[in-house]
Structures are given as structure tokens and as C-alpha cells.
């Protein structure tokens, strides 16, 4: 016989170790079940090569909810950081390189009016999104059954804008917050490579070119958290926070077990009664909380007969492609990048040189083709954090646009093929990059998705659309937590506040279980 | 999951005809024929009186070939039915027909219909409205198909206490066995002929289901065996009185299907259709509408169904209903008519809750036209218990023989 839970969490994702965390902290008996042998989901460091462990899929922080990690106490935990204010360069193909920090400090030869331009939008930016940064430490605002605590939710949100903003900014923030970041950052700024910058950072993880709508609400969006826009890294790479996590939920109860995989959620009489995992072990609760993405959850946990129809439509046409892919590459020493010093390299770097780069990047994922001349963001973590490697360094790189439907599927000749542009792209700024490298990996989507577990390979369970946001996510009327299934709760990324190793959702969900609350 | 049936550019295929059309358009006298799912049909052929008096006295033949048919099979059949549909489906056996309702997440009734169950992993699902997108929706995670039969199939509805023996002198031997909502298979001219007794007058009555081909030969081997028991082919119009009479509703003139209706409470739950009977909430699987109908059920229904006996003999059609003369308005009517057997002004409604208790009056404000004019009228109307029309042969096996 079993031990008595009063919640299971299946998925051990950093937002499934948030939500144990705080549940075990007001005293409930949680179990969380991880399929893969080390927790965090797509925030893990792995021994990607022999004796060279880094971030796996997650790299950066960039919307660290600092008041999950005091609650948790994270820095008790283990957590520290390499970096807190962590650069991005940018490569140009002229070789006119810069590097800028999140304030809008700008080095390299760049005009000093347009470094004001460019201080003054992203300040503005900034402000925008801490207007609205309170919405992700909250349930979306239920508008069918509002309760007071909406209500004040709602006045809030109009107060920040009326009167935090005041009448200017927010006539500012309504005319802008659908468009599309190509067209605001071509009415504020001249030079190609701080376009090219802001459109890196407003497309990155989704399945939009800056062109695309809605491409200023994801910009903002990545810059809520208490860092105001600040990057972090964390010293161990990415499962550092995940083991944090993981060891200040042990440490006020939760049962935490690996290698275990969920494969169907126990229903009688159209209730949650417990779990059965892949190897056949029976675990009762009252209460399942799915850190998987609601597709996953609801079609292969759950099976789509124990909800309504209308419910399952929704959750069916959720847009969930992915079209990033991961590049490690294992060198032996560290290439020459021409004009950028060892200390950029170990920070962010980009590869666009305009935002037109970016949007032909995309324009190929819209039929199911890759890019040939890819956007690329990489690091070369062991250079900060000699652990992580016990000799060598490597590379690690986030590529767009690879589409996870890609024409004719990611066979293994295709993935050759596009891990050779990858390379070729960066090679072009490093020539002798060849020489250094070892051995490589190229995660697509696809891969992503076997690995992970996410559905399309989307980082952020769900495309970052204003109709998938707030009380849309991840589909209206099932928005705060609760599924339409007594019992079953939902705390990844397809909730709201959403993706980014922040913690939020896993944090509400466990608000919204400890609350009692039911869909 | 697969769907196919719909042939190839069928819109340019104009307004269809149904396999009897040929033989209606024989007795046809008045000329008026409506749209029925893109076929066009009679609203009557001779005489809405003696049409009427067919399904109650005699015999009457009606052509339901536009009926939506949807064939739905695969492992999962019974699930999937069970999901869609309120009834409890494990309690449906082979060879039983189950009538009910579905519903949308909201708990509002999309359509009624009848599902026939003609084999363990099979049903056939019969309703007045195309229902294709609802179970495209439905299928997700099925392991079903569903082919949409509505032009393979031809259908007649053949209603009145002289069915059974015109059916018996045609040779489809044990008919009479058939209990109400049985379903069974009889061979007939080479081919098989499907034998429900079920059917829309709330009378004793079968639905023949058979393909198109032979079809014709259907209708005359009624007609040839029926010859002397007044076997009528009747219009839509003869058989909207009796299915009134018999208290029956129809989708889109008693309710709104929920998947065309937008304004705020135009659609109806089936409690607020008097169906309460058809929602088994503890079946202990879901269903769609079930979570919204067991808050429903808790918090008591918006509207009530009111089967109402009006004074006089003006047909209250369309008539608002009100809790007293002049006073406030509380309802409205949805069906009405003269009901000849039984004798009864007769009317279908909507009241607001908590009006319409049954043996309570209401009032409803009449208008109606002599010789072009327009007059009105104020008449009581007491809210019934029950159908106005339930004669025992309805439901006896074997039905009485007259």
C-alpha cells in the first residue's frame, strides 16, 4: 500500500516544483512524479557531453519571480548566480558589433542620439510592463463569475493605467500594446542592429517574425519579473534553480520521485481518484495537478471522453508550434569570434543584423521550411562557470526558425543538413569554429518534444498570442487553474501567467488549490 | 475518425428530390411543397382534414427521407455516445431505439433526436438538423467513424392504429411483436427493410428505413396492402397538428438549437424543455452539458415548458402568455393548434419561472383574422399535466387490432 497523498503533481517541471513547494508549505502531503531521472522539465542542466554538463533547453533567466525564490528561500537552497545583469552582443556582419546591457548602455559605434532613442523606448517598454507585472502573480480575473477580489484585481489594472501611467502613457500603451514591435521600433530608431536586437527579443520561443501582431505584448511580457528586464544567470546552469526548488520543497515535505512517467490519470465517476504510471504503480489523491501542457494533459493523461466536447474543441486548436531549436556544440578551445572579447561571449550573444534578418528568418517557418540564414542566440556558459565542464568548454545555442512540422519530418539526414547551416552561420563570425568542435547535438522541436515532453516543441506550452493570454490561457472559462474535471488541476506554462522559467503559474495553481477553488 | 457522404458539389446539385417524390407528386392536389434539408417536400397533398384524420383513424404515410442520418461505429461507439448524448447509453441494448437530447457545454440542447442501436459497436443517429460539426468535435479521441447516411437512407414514417395489420398484410412477419422502441431488420424484395416502431404522433406507428433503390417499391406494397384501411400519403402540415396534440417538440420552432443561437438565453436547457427525464446526471461518465445542467438543477431552471388548454377556439399562435389579463408577460407560445381528437384548444410554451405550475392559469392574448382583418383576444389557458393525446395503443404489444 501506498502512501496517502492529498495531492499529486504529475511532471516535475520547475512550475510542478513551485506549485509542491508552496502546497507542502501550508501543510499538504504532495508527491510530484518526474518522468525523466533529474527534475526541472525544460530548466535542466545535463551532461550533454561526456564530463560537460550545461542548460539543456532554458538558458537564461529573464522574468525571475524573486518573490517566489524568497518565499521558497531558494538562496538557502543553493541558489546563486554567475551573472545578474548578464549582456547581450550582438553580431553584425560588418563586423560593427555591440554590446548592450538591459539599462540601454550601449558599446560599440553607435550615435549618441540614437543610444538616447534607444534608452528612452526601452525605458518606456519598461514601463509598460511593470504596469501590468502584477497581472502574472495573480489568477486571470474571472469576467463569467467575478469574485471581490477580481473586482479589485480589475480596478487595479485600470488604476495602474489611468492614473500610474497617467492619461498620456496609457493613450501610449493602448495604441501600441497590438501592434507589432517592426513597426514601433521603425518609428524610433535608425540603426539596423538595435532593431534587430528588439525583434531578436520579442520573437524568440514563439512562432512570429517581428512583422507578426502581438509582438510588443511577448517583448513586454519577457521583461516582467523582479528584474526589471534584467537577465540572470545561474551558477550550474539552469538546473541549479530547478534543484533549489526541488530541495526547499523536500525540505517542507514533498515526496519528490524521478523516471516516473504518468500514464493515465485514475477517473471514477467523473472525478480525479489518483494515477497510474507507466511501470503500473497506483497512486491515489484527491487531487492531480498536470504540469504537463494542456494537450498533453487533457488528450493523453486524461483522455479527451472525461471532459465536455466544447472544452476539448478548445483545447484541440490551442497553437502550440515550436520552431526552436538547441545547438550544443563541444569544443576543445575557444574559437575567435572577430571583435568580441571572451567576457561577451560568456554573456549573450545574437546573431541578426537587422530586423528584416529576423522577419526573412521567419518567413520560411510559415510553410513548414526551415531558415537557411537562421536568427541565433548562444552563450558559452563553462567560460563563467568553469564547473560545468571538466575541460573544454561548450557552446550553447538557441536557433530560429526550425519549424517542428518541418516538410518532409527532422530525419536524421535534414538534421545533419540543418545542424551544418547552424554552423555555418556562427562560422561566419568564427572561422576557425570547425577546428574546435568535438562533437555536437541539435535538439529540434521534435526532439524537444520526446525529450520534454511539450507538445510541438513550444517552450511556452502554448504560442504567446493576446488570444491565448490571461483568461484565455490556456482556453476561456478553464483559465484559473481548476480543468472542467473535479480533481485536476493544470500549473505549467499553458496556464497563465505562462512560459519562462518564472514560477508563476505553478505558484497561482497552488493558490487556487489551497483556496479550494473548482471550475 | 473519418466523415464522407456529402457528394461531390452537392450545392450545385439544386433542390433535391426524395425516391417517393414521383409518386407524391401523383396524389398532389394543392401544389405546396417546402424545403426540408435541401429536398423539397410536401407541406400537403390533398387535405390537411383527412391527412390529419389518417394518422389518427387509419393509416398515414409520411416522407422523413431528409431526416439527418449519421452512422457512427468503432470500439468506442458506446462511449462516445454516452458523451454526447444525456441518456444513460448503457441501458440502450441492440435493437432498441433511445430518444434523446444533446447538449453543449453551456447545457443548452443542440437538437433531440433518435439513436438506434443496430449492433454493439453501431448506431444510427436520426435528427431534424444537420449535426456533422457536432460530432467532428464530438470524435476527438474516439476510436469511432461517423458517415453522414442521410441520402443513402430512405425513410417513411407510417403512423395509425391500422399500421400494424397493413404492415402484417405485407408480409413482415412478427411486426406485431415489435414493442415501442424496438428496432429490427425484415427482409422485403431481395433487400432488407429496417422496422423501428417509434415515430412523431404519439400514436401507435413504425419509421421504415430502406435504400433509396428500392425505396419505391416500399410505398407501393403500402399502398397496394393498405388499400382498403384508407392509407394516406400525408404533408408536414397534418403531422405538425398531430405531433402538437401529442405534446412533441420540434427544434427551431419550439427551441433554438444551441449551435445557432447567440443572444443570451434564446437557447434551452433540457430542463427547461420538460426533458428532466432524459438527463441521467449520475450515469457516472461525462456527458456534454453535465456540469453546467448539475448547477442547473441546483439553482432551478430560467423557463418552464407548459403544455396549455386554451378556451375558445381561436389557435393561440405565437401568442405572448401572461399571469393575468393585462398583466405582466411571463411567456410565450411556441406551437398551437386545434387538436380534433382531443378535442382541445392547444398550445406549446415558454413560461418563466415560477409560473406554469401544472393546474394553474395563465393568460394569453390572441390574435387572429376574419376575412383579412386582425382581432384579438384575451382567453385563460390552464397549464396541463402531461400530453393532451396518449391513447393506450400507443404503447401495447401487439397493439390492438381495430
Redesign the interface.
Known sequence: MTKAYDIIIAGGGHNGLVCAAYLAKAGKKVLVLEKNDIVGGAAITKEVFPGKSVSLCAQFLHQFNTRIADDLKLSEFGLEFIDTDCRTSLLSNDGRHLTVSFDGQVEGDVAEDEVKAFQILITRLQEFSETLGFLADIPPIDIFDPDMQDKLSALKLGWKLRFGLGAEKMSDFLRIVGMNIYDLINEELEDDRLKALLSVDSVLGTHAGPRSPGTILTYLYRQIGGGKGRTLVPKGGMGAVSKAIAASAQAKGADILTGMHVREVLIDNCRVVGLRTSCGTVYNAPIVVSNADPKTTVFDMVGSRHFEADFVHRINTIRMRGNSCKLHLSLNSIPEFSGLGSEALAGRVVIADSADYVENSFNPAKYNEWSSSPVIEFSIPTLNDPHLAENGHVLSATIQYAPYSLKGGWTDEAKEAFKNICIDTLSRFAPSLKDSIEQSLLLTPVDLENEIGMQGGNWHHGEFTLDQMLMMRPVPLASRYALPLDGLFLCGAGAHPGGGVMGSAGRNAANAILRGDKS | MSSQGLAKEHYEMGLKKTPFYSRQKELDIMNEWHRWSGYTVPNVLNDVTFEYFAIRNSASVFDITPMAKYRIKGP?AL??MN??LTRDMTKLRVGRVGYSVWC???GMVIDDGTVFRTSENEYLLCAQERQLE?LK??A???DISFDDVSDDIAALSFQGPLTCTILKKVGFEGIDQLKMFDLKEFAFAGTTVMISRTGYTGDLGYELWINPENAGDLWDALFEAGKNYNVKAIGGDALEIARIEAGLLMAGKDFSPATSTVRPGHAKSPYELGLDWLVKLDK????????ALIQERNKGPRYRFVRLDVEGNKTACSAYIFDRQGGKTIGHVSSAAWAPTAKKNVALGFVDMPYGEVGSTVWVEIYYQKELRWNRRWAKAVVMDGPFYNPERKTLTPPEAV
Open positions: 468506442d462511449d462516445f458523451r454526447l453543449d457545454d453551456e457536432t468535435r464530438n476527438l479521441g474516439f457516472g461518465v461525462v456527458f456534454n452539458g453535465r456540469r
